[in-house]
């Protein structure tokens, strides 16, 4: 059975590309998902794709992954450093998750050393820019959907 995989990525990561380019490189958004979709087939995945900037829209779409979804790659942006309720939806589903972080938080500023996710994370990467999704999925098909 083909197994699914879904990539969210949470506020302000729609403006990839424009948004501090020095901190978060020149790739839009578009175009990270664009070259993971490509990944995933060679890989021989399913692959979703989900952005939002409103912290209760990203509950509803990691709760709709149960039963649907067999690994999640997440990028919570600055809700990583906030949000219980996506740390108790990710944990509520019970579905394995890497996070990612393109830079790396722990060069940054002292409010983004602390996550509300990583104790339950399969794996944390930061600092690897966009490859660190794509580095993410290979890891989840691995080890995780083979
Ligand atoms: C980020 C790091 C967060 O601290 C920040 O709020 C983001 C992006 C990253 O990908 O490096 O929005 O998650």
């Given at each position: 059975m083909t197994q699914n995989l879904l990539v969210v990525n949470g506020p302000n990561l729609n403006l990839l590309g424009k948004r501090e380019p020095a901190i978060y490189g020149s790739q839009t958004l578009n175009?990270?998902?664009?070259?993971?979709?490509?990944?995933?087939?060679?890989?021989?995945?399913?692959?979703?794709?989900?952005?939002?900037?409103?912290?209760?829209?990203?509950?509803?779409?990691?709760?709709?992954?149960?039963?649907?979804?067999?690994f999640i790659i997440i990028n919570a942006g600055a809700y990583t450093h906030t949000s219980v309720a996506i740390r108790d939806a990710l944990a509520g589903v019970n579905i394995p998750f890497i996070e990612v972080h393109i830079s790396?938080?722990?060069q940054r500023e002292a409010f983004r050393h602390h996550s509300y996710l990583s104790d339950k994370a399969v794996a944390v990467i930061c600092g690897m820019g966009a490859f660190g999704y794509t580095a993410a999925m290979h890891y989840a098909v691995k080890h995780y959907l083979k």
């Open positions: 175009d990270i998902n664009r070259d993971l979709a490509t990944v995933a087939s060679q890989l021989g995945v399913r692959c979703e794709f989900y952005q939002s900037n409103h912290e209760g829209d990203l509950v509803d779409r990691i709760q709709q992954a149960m039963d649907s979804t067999d790396n938080v722990h």
